[in-house]
């Protein structure tokens, strides 16, 4: 029986950097998941008797959700549903299946790097037919009509076995639950050489995986060890769980700092990577080196055709406004197209449509290419492997060689969290509000050449995307970039990312903090940071 429930909006379901994201009690507020679902529906057209995808990280009240939205895809005349089993899909999996499948469209569950539990985070995202992040268009949309929301439509059908593989009716809809592991498995082998991989293992290559208990374990088990034949072990923290051990399954240097100092120790393996709650994040580290996102995506363009899937080279290459401009000289070496995009995967999916890039990134551990619509953990991962194999050389060695023909992008983001929201828009109005008066005046030696807030011109739709991060560019080609994040779920976090080129081979080797020493004091001085926000220093440097 289908059920139409009146309710009434609750006015904070705006979709930030990527989909909706709450503390996991506002979920649990009457109707709230129900009223976002329905928001988004109501914002689609023409998908009676289509396919939705839906899957999550796992994570504490994903398989609650996934049941709501089983039933609410009856009610709104969806044809079939796939669903991972156990609820699990790791975002770049979900984002596979969509476009194999032929779907309309997924939902994805998950807050990504923030913590799970009972009270800690969660999140709903739509994706549509491309595989990718609703543009903002639809995620305007699906805000408007959350605010005006007066009703939504659910079946009384009993909860599905999300354990159970097979097809299943449901309501008159089909209800399918499928292995959430085997297609992305079988689009990686497509990509990378796994008999050189496997030879890689085979003489003796040794690697440390750490799924951080996110949904990337069962995907690094099978490919890893299973496939390629990696010693048992190599994946870490492998068994998804609902409060991912307590932690923050976030791939950085403060939340994964164990495996940085296992990578700087003593009996370090060759290789060591991370990733993210929903997969779709990495972390490098190579013997003795830490990989920075922006330069992974340089060095990654810049080799990518030794892997089977890109031999025929890059259309172009598209990164986020604040990562560094590592990719824009690989881009100019190999006379391909360079995109600047603001913030969030969402921004990429035209590109990629488009065939005018094939590999995209961001500063915050996101790397992917057009093989799917998100950004991609353990995509990244192979990637790199491949490149290993094929060069017989350490990330290190081809870290200094990259830098040696490119220069090297001294590069670093701080973090303010959970800063009180009245202050941190203060501290965003007040550089506003100077903006145009910076050009030409100096600031700890250095002359700012120009200083804006990022504006991005859709070269695909021509839609444009105003405010997208305050921008100060020195003379030289340092800059300092301030944005708030959209990903947040209490008070504000301010982004100050940090950037200096450096052509001479003799200074490669610095301290990355004391190499933007200067540029650090310049950020607090035009911004006034300490001031505003309380904290004299910040909670996470990347
Ligand atoms: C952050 C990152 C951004 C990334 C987004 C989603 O957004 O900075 O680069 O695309 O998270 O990644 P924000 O607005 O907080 O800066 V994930 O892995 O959280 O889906
Ligand atoms: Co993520």
Same mark, same amino acid.
């Given at each position: 029986?289908?059920?139409?429930?009146?309710?009434?909006?609750?006015?904070?379901?705006?979709?930030?950097?990527?989909?909706?994201?709450?503390?996991?009690?506002?979920?649990?507020?009457?109707?709230?998941?129900?009223?976002?679902?329905?928001?988004?529906?109501?914002?689609?057209?023409?998908?009676?008797?289509?396919?939705?995808?839906?899957?999550?990280?796992?994570?504490?009240?994903?398989?609650?959700?996934?049941?709501?939205?089983?039933?609410?895809?009856?009610?709104?005349?969806?044809?079939?549903?796939?669903?991972?089993?156990?609820?699990?899909?790791?975002?770049?999996?979900?984002?596979?299946?969509?476009?194999?499948?032929?779907?309309?469209?997924?939902?994805?569950?998950?807050?990504?790097?923030?913590?799970?539990?009972?009270?800690?985070?969660?999140?709903?995202?739509?994706?549509?037919?491309?595989? /990718?992040?609703?543009?903002?268009?639809?995620?305007?949309?699906?805000?408007?009509?959350?605010?005006?929301?007066?009703?939504?439509?659910?079946?009384? *059908?009993?909860?599905?076995?999300?354990?159970?593989?097979?097809?299943?009716?449901?309501?008159?809809?089909?209800?399918?639950?499928?292995?959430?592991?085997?297609?992305?498995?079988?689009?990686?082998?497509?990509?990378?050489?796994?008999?050189?991989?496997?030879?890689?293992?085979?003489?003796?290559?040794?690697?440390?995986?750490?799924?951080?208990?996110?949904?990337?374990?069962?995907?690094?088990?099978?490919?890893?060890?299973?496939?390629?034949?990696?010693?048992?072990?190599?994946?870490?923290?492998?068994?998804?769980?609902?409060?991912?051990?307590?932690?923050?399954?976030?791939?950085?240097?403060?939340?994964?700092?164990?495996?940085?100092?296992?990578?700087?120790?003593?009996?370090?393996?060759?290789?060591?990577?991370?990733?993210?709650?929903?997969?779709?994040?990495?972390?490098?580290?190579?013997?003795?080196?830490?990989?920075?996102?922006?330069?992974?995506?340089?060095?990654?363009?810049?080799?990518?055709?030794?892997?089977?899937?890109?031999?025929? /080279?890059?259309?172009?290459?598209?990164?986020?406004?604040?990562?560094?401009?590592?990719?824009?000289?690989?881009?100019?070496?190999?006379?391909?197209?360079?995109?600047?995009?603001?913030?969030?995967?969402?921004?990429?999916?035209?590109?990629?449509?488009?065939?005018?890039?094939?590999?995209?990134?961001?500063?915050?551990?996101?790397?992917?290419?057009?093989? *799917?619509?998100?950004?991609?953990?353990?995509?990244?991962?192979?990637?790199?492997?491949?490149?290993?194999?094929?060069?017989?050389?350490?990330?290190?060695?081809?870290?200094?060689?990259?830098?040696?023909?490119?220069?090297?992008?001294?590069?670093?983001?701080?973090?303010?969290?959970?800063?009180?929201?009245?202050?941190?828009?203060?501290?965003?109005?007040?550089?506003?509000?100077?903006?145009?008066?910076?050009?030409?005046?100096? *600031?700890?030696?250095?002359?700012?050449?120009?200083?804006?807030?990022?504006?991005?011109?859709?070269?695909?739709?021509?839609? *444009?995307?105003?405010?997208?991060?305050?921008?100060?560019?020195?003379?030289?080609?340092?800059?300092?970039?301030?944005?708030?994040?959209?990903?947040?779920?209490?008070?504000?976090?301010?982004?100050?990312?940090?950037?200096?080129?450096?052509?001479?081979?003799?200074?490669?080797?610095?301290?990355?903090?004391?190499?933007?020493?200067?540029?650090?004091?310049?950020?607090?001085?035009?911004?006034?940071?300490?001031?505003?926000?309380?904290?004299?220093?910040?909670?996470?440097?990347?």
């Amino acid at each position: 029986m289908i059920r139409t429930v009146s309710t009434t909006p609750y006015g904070d379901q705006k979709p930030g950097t990527s989909g909706l994201r709450k503390k996991v009690p506002v979920f649990q507020q009457p109707n709230y998941a129900e009223n976002f679902i329905q928001s988004v529906f109501d914002a689609l057209d023409g998908f009676a008797g289509k396919t939705l995808v839906v899957g999550g990280d796992g994570r504490f009240y994903n398989r609650e959700v996934i049941q709501k939205v089983i039933a609410m895809a009856v009610a709104n005349g969806f044809g079939r549903v796939v669903v991972g089993q156990g609820g699990i899909l790791s975002t770049p999996a979900a984002s596979n299946l969509i476009r194999k499948r032929k779907a309309f469209g997924g939902i994805i569950l998950s807050a990504s790097h923030n913590p799970g539990g009972p009270h800690e985070d969660f999140g709903i995202k739509y994706n549509a037919e491309n595989g /990718g992040p609703a543009p903002e268009k639809l995620t305007d949309a699906m805000y408007a009509h959350s605010k005006a929301i007066t009703a939504y439509k659910i079946a009384d *059908v009993s909860a599905v076995d999300l354990d159970k593989l097979g097809t299943f009716e449901v309501g008159g809809m089909k209800v399918e639950v499928v292995d959430p592991v085997a297609d992305y498995a079988e689009l990686m082998e497509k990509l990378f050489d796994f008999d050189a991989l496997r030879a890689l293992f085979k003489s003796g290559f040794r690697m440390r995986f750490d799924a951080m208990h996110a949904v990337t374990g069962p995907y690094a088990k099978e490919i890893l060890e299973r496939r390629l034949g990696a010693a048992e072990g190599t994946a870490r923290n492998f068994v998804p769980l609902e409060d991912f051990g307590g932690h923050h399954p976030d791939p950085n240097l403060v939340h994964a700092k164990h495996l940085y100092d296992e990578m700087m120790g003593p009996n370090a393996p060759d290789f060591g990577a991370a990733s993210d709650g929903d997969g779709d994040r990495n972390l490098i580290i190579g013997r003795g080196i830490f990989i920075t996102p922006s330069d992974s995506l340089a060095m990654l363009a810049a080799n990518a055709h030794l892997a089977p899937g890109y031999k025929s /080279g890059l259309k172009g290459i598209a990164r986020s406004m604040p990562t560094s401009g590592a990719a824009d000289r690989v881009a100019e070496k190999l006379g391909i197209g360079m995109y600047e995009t603001p913030t969030g995967w969402k921004f990429f999916g035209n590109l990629l449509d488009a065939g005018m890039a094939t590999i995209c990134g961001e500063e915050s551990a996101g790397t992917g290419s057009d093989h *799917v619509r998100e950004k991609d953990g353990l995509w990244a991962v192979l990637l790199w492997l491949n490149i290993l194999a094929v060069r017989g050389e350490s990330a290190k060695d081809i870290a200094s060689k990259h830098w040696a023909t490119y220069g090297r992008n001294y590069y670093s983001r701080h973090d303010y969290e959970e800063v009180e929201t009245d202050r941190a828009n203060a501290l965003v109005d007040q550089l506003r509000g100077k903006l145009d008066s910076l050009t030409g005046t100096s *600031v700890q030696g250095m002359k700012i050449a120009s200083a804006d807030d990022f504006a991005y011109h859709d070269p695909v739709d021509g839609s *444009v995307s105003k405010n997208q991060g305050i921008r100060i560019l020195f003379e030289g080609g340092s800059r300092v970039v301030f944005r708030l994040s959209g990903t947040g779920t209490s008070g504000a976090t301010l982004r100050v990312y940090i950037e200096r080129y450096e052509p001479d081979p003799a200074r490669h080797g610095l301290d990355t903090q004391a190499a933007l020493a200067d540029l650090i004091q310049a950020a607090e001085d035009i911004a006034g940071i300490r001031s505003h926000t309380g904290r004299d220093k910040p909670s996470v440097i990347t």
